[in-house]
């Protein structure tokens, strides 16, 4: 599955932002995605995560209550709606897939580029 990336931008912080995330190549319904993100000098870390055959979402502590991550299976996107956006949201953000899994926050096969977020004080 081939995936695109796209919807970062800058925001002030209180402020929202949409991410999308378009799949091809393979059927949709079949993979877990998730959505990460990563700054300078860190490692990666899990957002939120969309479980395959209806299995449920999960988020991040820091992301709950905030975030909502969706799929439309029409036109085979995800998305990632951010509210209340903080500074610390900060980050270059990537959507991932993958086949058939429950396992959600790690083991991820498949990497959009990365959109880059940037949420102003």
């Known amino acids: 599955v081939q995936l695109q990336a796209s919807g970062g931008g800058l925001v002030q912080a209180g402020g929202s932002l949409r991410l999308s995330c378009a799949a091809s190549g393979r059927t949709f319904s079949d993979y877990t995605m998730g959505w990460f993100r990563q700054t300078p000098g860190k490692e990666r870390e899990f957002v939120a995560a969309?479980?395959?055959?209806?299995?449920?979402?999960y988020y991040a502590d820091s992301v709950k209550g905030r975030f909502t991550i969706s799929r439309d299976h029409t036109n085979n996107t995800m998305y990632l709606q951010m509210n209340s956006l903080k500074p610390e949201d900060t980050a270059v953000y990537y959507c991932a897939a993958r086949y058939r899994s429950s396992t959600w926050s790690r083991g991820y096969a498949y990497w959009g580029q990365g959109t880059q977020v940037t949420v102003s004080s």
């Open positions: 969309d479980i395959w055959n209806s299995g449920g979402t």
